[in-house]
């Protein structure tokens, strides 16, 4: 379909009876709620509401261009992809759990590799990779990992 086709929703009645629930008893999160209410709105099969794009968009308190996204994801992904949120590019995912702040942490505060007398966080960092905690990790994420905690790599008892 090219970019200008309009996306026709034309729901089932076992999937309009999810939306409907869903949005009744409030279950899932706000946007999900948001997407429901515009699909049961722009629904057009039989007995269906089939409103236009505008007054989707007034009922269900999002812009123009959501309800033509959420179209758009329905006809071409389906009911479930529409539903759920998609993971953000954007977002950054924390390289360390709390077994890898663990095991930094543990690290920082054991004896520092022969020849230096401290652990420098570009030294920690590799320690980390070689010891394959993480596949990769800068120091900047070690720094901000061990600020949370009371671990002192400069103090000279270390630990």
Same mark, same amino acid.
């Given at each position: /379909?090219?970019?200008?086709?309009?996306?026709?929703?034309?729901?089932?009645?076992?999937?309009?009876?999810?939306?409907?629930? /869903?949005?009744?008893?409030?279950?899932?999160?706000?946007?999900?709620?948001?997407?429901?209410?515009?699909?049961?709105?722009?629904?057009?099969?039989?007995?269906?509401?089939?409103?236009?794009?505008e007054r989707?968009?007034?009922?269900?308190?999002?812009?123009?261009?959501?309800?033509?996204?959420? %179209?758009?994801?329905?006809?071409?992904?389906?009911?479930?992809?529409?539903?759920?949120?998609?993971?953000?590019?954007?977002?950054?995912?924390?390289?360390?759990?709390?077994?890898?702040?663990?095991?930094?942490?543990?690290?920082?505060?054991?004896?520092?590799?022969?020849?230096?007398?401290?652990?420098?966080?570009?030294?920690?960092?590799?320690?980390?990779?070689?010891?394959?905690?993480?596949?990769s990790i800068?120091?900047?994420?070690? %720094?901000?990992?061990?600020?949370?905690?009371?671990?002192? %790599?400069?103090?000279?008892?270390?630990?």
């Amino acid at each position: /379909m090219g970019k200008d086709a309009k996306y026709v929703v034309r729901l089932e009645l076992e999937e309009r009876r999810r939306l409907q629930d /869903m949005v009744d008893e409030g279950r899932g999160s706000k946007s999900a709620r948001q997407r429901a209410r515009v699909l049961l709105k722009a629904d057009q099969a039989e007995g269906a509401p089939g409103w236009a794009d505008e007054r989707v968009a007034e009922f269900a308190e999002v812009g123009l261009s959501t309800v033509h996204r959420v %179209r758009q994801q329905f006809v071409e992904e389906g009911l479930e992809a529409t539903l759920q949120r998609r993971p953000s590019p954007e977002r950054q995912y924390r390289k360390l759990d709390g077994a890898g702040e663990a095991k930094l942490i543990a690290t920082a505060c054991s004896q520092p590799p022969d020849g230096r007398s401290r652990w420098t966080l570009h030294l920690l960092a590799d320690k980390l990779v070689e010891l394959k905690v993480v596949e990769s990790i800068s120091h900047e994420c070690v %720094r901000s990992a061990l600020k949370k905690t009371s671990c002192n %790599r400069i103090a000279s008892s270390n630990g």
